[in-house]
């Protein structure tokens, strides 16, 4: 059989001239580790920067002398930065972006720990590590909650409000009933009911999705507000006194060094939601739900001409997503705190910005959730340490970086192609 | 189609299958009787692989209720479809990097496996070249042969009688008629628009004036920043129609909007008599002597909330005598509207009612009424009957012969190749972004064809010319 290919221009490879995406980076690398070299060089002291692999000052540690550590760090960056510029191979490019990063990271640090006030040069890598996951916990959740509302084609401004429920029902039933288990499951329904109504206005009355998903953040504020202050703050002993998940250490895992201490003996909501990254990423690549809502995020009418049922998915993957956020809600009140008013504090909107940074994808959600939760983590650091840098610096990173994503900086973002659309039969 | 196809349901009128009667509830209840479709905007995921597509809605699946699927057996399935019916696709291709021809035997092969009796094809030859439009009809001989029933939708004359065993022509939701494949074609037209009208497009030779529009070296990118212009060099002059022949996607949209100025030109210029125009706001483009009509009238041609009256002054609204400062002129621009309706023969309730009511023809009539409505000196039509009835047609391509004749340079693009050649009197045929040949309109339709799909006469018959070495490798990929 002889066939023509049909032209398809869009085919065709792009010339962009010498000035590639991968050259810009290594540029803008380049730099970064050049600042880092010279200026954070100059501004570290000859102290020696300990990163301790314990929870505080004792203990084995990596030590380097603060001076030659921000230039030698600062140098790796310029190398990566260099290689980028002079052209690497395709694959390459993301490790060699990636140790570049982490040296410009490390620089920073070593300017950082030796600069700090005498008897604090020392950064304790099990309890920053420790942070960074309890920090991005919320994330995590949040992400994913993202990532199956929206890989079936709906978008979940509506985050922080299905994670503060979570956390308030959790809180509110968990007291009453004094079982954490209770508590779990009133989250989880607390957050799915955040989501009924996101997927009830969205779906069946094709409400503007951004704009409910708003609205609903303001009810869960207004809702669990008005009850706290009802109930809660009257009567603290009764309402907001839930059980708490008693911590739980993993065999084995637990004696790794340094990851043992920080993530394997304790929060069991850290299990689950790294559990729940590999389920879903699994679920949504390589089972017929996942292929199934792939196909309504991206072309819903293909997947109704074969007889999938386009809004019976998404009703059920926005209200597993409430599930999900709920869940993450009682990773605070279940386990770290007890209910406050408005307690998650922006954490789901973070939470959509990792969703984007990490593409639509539960694993890079993951990394984008740990990501943010380290910059959260080390601004707390850096105040203990009385750091020159203030924190707020820090606490904007996370939109930032979603800006750069976004904006297509480190490679092409693009969502589910059916993402916010409602889907109208004929 | 939808309906046998259970997307819409029937408000009266039943449906039999082998002569039982049959109620459709969904696609898959349609599947499950044996029918499958081959939409005319394919209905396949873009980011998906081919197996993914075919699975998707019949998936095979292990591991119980986790639901794990079963790409080998997926990929087994389409390899074993693919043999049977001479249809080769590769099973781990990602739709979106396959050719428009491949991704319809895609189409075909999902629904082979789910063991359709009935294929329904929905206009399955608009988007393809004529080659690839020869080699569909092979393959739907092929299935015939099979035993497959095959219900070939086309609004194309010449496939019809190519393909059909038996023809029923419907017009306006109601069956007027069947026919025999030995009709004639003007027998099949005169049933599709009810009355006897004619193919061809009556047109006195040109005689051409002045260059009018001249482009050259013309580089302009697409929305995806993807070079879609690469080098046009164009000239029409006063008086003649230069048509614009290719297959959708091959430069022709990025063309003509680079020239309107709704796109930066990178590189080369385009002059309207003489003054350099690239680089110019579209607004000063169209008030320089330019009438435009775009290919997406929805989209780019109307504002369907608007009054018809509201369309028509679209493009002059703010000048006399339609508008005065800040305020427009209501009466004015009703009168003038009243006036033009009758002249171009819209079918409209009236001048107020808002233009989306219309149907496509009546749409189309009122763009091309506001556009002719200015002295032009150069008027560019991009697919000018897309959707459009048959009596809006003929109208439509009256008047775009007449704006020739009183000496405007006309500019007209199509896919459809029976339109371009009925217009004009010289054929440019893009393809990737190039012209690849000027012809005359009396050129055969083969050789345009081929043109079409990259391969000019004199490349073919060289032993390494360039787009004829691209031709040639595809169809070793897929053979």
Not at chain 2, 138 to 164: D, N
């Amino acid at each position: 059989m002889s066939t023509m290919a049909v032209p398809d221009v869009a085919v065709a490879p792009v010339d962009e001239g010498f000035w590639t995406r991968s050259r810009k980076v290594g540029l803008t690398l380049l730099a970064l580790g050049l600042l880092a070299a010279v200026l954070f060089g100059a501004l570290a002291t000859d102290q020696q920067a300990r990163f301790t692999l314990s929870d505080d000052a004792a203990g084995a540690a990596l030590e380097i002398n603060g001076t030659i550590g921000a230039i030698l760090f600062g140098i790796i960056a310029i190398a990566a930065g260099a290689a980028l510029l002079a052209g690497v191979p395709k694959r390459w490019f993301l490790p060699v972006l990636g140790v570049g990063l982490v040296g410009f990271v490390l620089s920073f640090l070593c300017w950082q720990v030796s600069a700090a006030p005498t008897g604090q040069n020392f950064m304790p890598l099990v309890n920053i590590i420790r942070g960074t996951f309890i920090l991005a916990l919320p994330l995590i959740f949040g992400a994913l909650a993202g990532v199956l509302c929206e890989r079936s084609g709906v978008v979940n401004v509506a985050i922080e409000g299905q994670l503060l429920m979570g956390a308030f029902s959790g809180a509110l039933f968990g007291s009453i009933s004094g079982s954490v288990w209770v508590g779990l499951v009133a989250a989880a329904v607390g957050g799915a009911f955040i989501s009924l109504l996101l997927a009830v206005f969205a779906i069946r009355y094709l409400v503007d999705q951004v704009v409910i998903g708003i609205v609903l953040n303001l009810l869960a504020v207004g809702v669990t507000g008005f009850l706290y202050e009802r109930l809660m703050q009257t009567d603290a002993e009764q309402y907001n006194s839930a059980p708490r998940f008693s911590n739980w250490e993993i065999p084995l895992l637990k004696d790794i060094p340094v990851l043992g201490p920080a993530l394997f003996r304790g929060n069991i909501f850290l299990y689950v939601g790294l559990l729940l990254v590999l389920v879903i990423h699994i679920g949504l690549f390589r089972t017929r739900w996942g292929l199934r809502t792939r196909s309504v995020g991206e072309h819903p009418t293909a997947a109704d001409t074969l007889g999938v049922k386009v809004l019976r998915v998404r009703y059920r993957n926005v209200l597993l997503a409430g599930v999900v956020a709920g869940i993450g809600g009682a990773s605070y009140t279940l386990a770290l705190y007890s209910f406050t008013k408005n307690m998650i504090g922006g954490k789901g909107f973070i939470a959509l910005a990792a969703l984007i940074f990490g593409r639509w994808n539960p694993t890079g959600a993951l990394l984008a959730a740990l990501f943010f939760g380290f910059a959260d983590q080390l601004a707390t650091y850096l105040s203990a340490i009385n750091s020159s840098i203030p924190s707020q610096f820090l606490a904007m990173l996370p939109y930032l970086a979603t800006i750069l994503a976004v904006a297509g900086l480190v490679g092409r973002v693009r969502a589910p192609a059916a993402d916010g659309k409602p889907y109208i039969k004929g | 189609m939808n309906v046998l196809y259970g997307l819409y349901q029937p408000d009266e009128g039943e449906i039999l299958v082998d002569g039982k009667p049959l109620k459709l509830k969904g696609p898959s209840d349609a599947i499950g009787a044996g029918i499958g479709m081959v939409h005319q905007h394919f209905m396949l995921v873009p980011v998906f692989t081919v197996a993914e597509n075919i699975m998707l809605g019949a998936e095979q699946t292990r591991g119980g209720i986790a639901g794990f699927l079963d790409r080998r057996r997926a990929r087994r399935e389409v390899a074993e479809v693919s043999e049977r019916y001479n249809l080769r696709v590769d099973p781990d291709a990602v739709i979106e990097d396959l050719p428009v021809g491949i991704q319809q035997r895609v189409e075909i092969v999902k629904a082979l496996t789910r063991d359709v009796d009935l294929l329904i094809l929905d206009e399955p030859t608009a988007v393809l070249t004529p080659q690839e439009t020869e080699e569909l009809l092979t393959v739907m001989r092929s299935l015939k042969a099979a035993g497959k029933s095959i219900v070939f939708i086309t609004h194309k004359l010449g496939e019809v009688k190519a393909i059909a065993d038996r023809i029923t022509v419907i017009r306006r939701g109601k069956t007027v008629g069947t026919a025999s494949p030995e009709a004639s074609r003007d027998e099949l037209a005169a049933l599709m628009v009810g009355r006897n009208v004619r193919l061809t497009v009556d047109k006195s030779p040109a005689t051409p004036g002045d260059p009018v529009l001249e482009v050259a070296g013309l580089v302009v990118d697409d929305d995806r920043q993807i070079r879609a212009v690469d080098g046009v060099d164009l000239t029409v002059r006063a008086g003649e129609v230069l048509g614009v022949a290719g297959v959708q996607g091959n430069g022709q949209t990025e063309l003509i909007e680079a020239i309107m100025g709704l796109r930066p030109v990178l590189a080369g210029t385009v002059s309207l008599a003489g003054d350099r125009i690239d680089g110019w706001k579209t607004k000063k483009v169209l008030r320089a002597g330019v009438g435009y009509v775009p290919e997406d009238r929805s989209v780019d041609g109307l504002v369907k909330e608007f009054s018809v009256a509201e369309n028509l002054v679209l493009d002059i609204y703010d000048r006399p005598p339609f508008g005065a400062g800040l305020a427009l002129k209501p009466d004015a621009i009703t009168s003038s509207a009243k006036e033009r309706i009758e002249q171009f023969d819209v079918r409209t309730s009236s001048a107020d009612a808002p233009v989306g009511t219309l149907s496509g023809g009546n749409q189309q009539k009122v763009i091309v009424a506001r556009e002719l409505s200015r002295p032009l000196k150069l008027f560019i039509a991009a697919q000018p009957t897309r959707g459009v009835d048959v009596g809006s047609i003929e109208f439509i391509h009256s008047r775009i012969v007449h704006e020739r004749d009183v000496g405007t340079a006309v500019v007209v693009v199509s896919s459809e190749l029976d339109e371009v050649i009925g217009l004009a009197d010289r054929i440019a045929v893009m393809y990737r972004g190039r012209i690849i040949g000027v012809v005359g309109p009396d050129t055969p339709r083969e050789e345009i064809g081929l043109l079409m799909a990259g391969i000019s006469p004199d490349a073919a018959a060289a032993t390494d010319g360039g787009p004829a070495t691209d031709a040639g490798s595809a169809s070793e990929d897929e053979a």
